[in-house]
């Protein structure tokens, strides 16, 4: 077992395991939005992700069974479809503490592509999401999205390195309002994309509710002591590792 930088131990070999696999099938997932292979290659690739699909079958959990790699009280969630490592979805994104919030790089491809040569608007409302709710965990104000807003300046390019940030402006009580952006690396103070969110912790009798048959691994009841799908952003590039 390894412990992580805050001394949480999850086995190394599995997470080397599962940052490979993902790393692999966002490439495949990159690779098959790109290709102009003629439809007989495309059947018989088809042929060989069924049987890795049927593979990887062979043993599965259900809705609300954590990953043994999970661990939420630390936030490290390595499947969370933006930040996740072992996530085929997620780009994906890491984030790290900076002055005031948090901070992230990402680069997206044809496979989150609305607007032809452009980021699908959804996926903007899902990483800032996923941003928000860091910059909350990160200044110790958990809570669940309540409202997210976004006005969308101008087309995020694909292929492209992008800055994302995210920071609590107010919060008292079980609400927090926070806001980020999106903008590219080359010209990080020109927003695309602006957010603003509310997060708002639930009362404790509603948490019990939602996280009732949450499970760990091994099927013994664990709900999150803090409700939230983000990711540690401090140990999103070691848990890559």
Known sequence: ????????PYD????????????????LVD??????VPAAELHDVAGLVRAAAGRLGAATRPPGQLPPLDDPVRFRRVYNPVTGVGSALAPPL??????GGV??????????EGPPGYLHGGMSGLVMDQVLGSATIRAGLWGMTARLELDYRRP??????LVCRGRVTEHGGRKSAVTGTIATAAEPDRPLVEAR???????????EAYFADV?????????PSRPTDATAPARAAEDRS
């Open 94 to 99: 890491e984030l790290r503490e900076e002055p």
């Open 12 to 27: 190394a070999d599995l997470m080397s395991a599962v940052a490979d696999l993902g790393e692999t099938l966002r490439g």
């Open 215 to 223: 499970t760990d691994a091994s099927g013994r009841h664990a709900p």
């Open 1 to 8: 077992m390894t412990p992580d930088d805050e001394g949480t």
């Open 103 to 112: 901070v992230g790089e990402v680069t997206f491809g044809l496979a989150h």
């Open 156 to 161: 995020v390019p694909l292929d492209t390195p």
């Open 31 to 36: 690779a098959s939005v790109r290709t102009a």
């Open 197 to 207: 969110g509310v997060f708002v912790l639930p009362r404790e009798e509603l948490r």
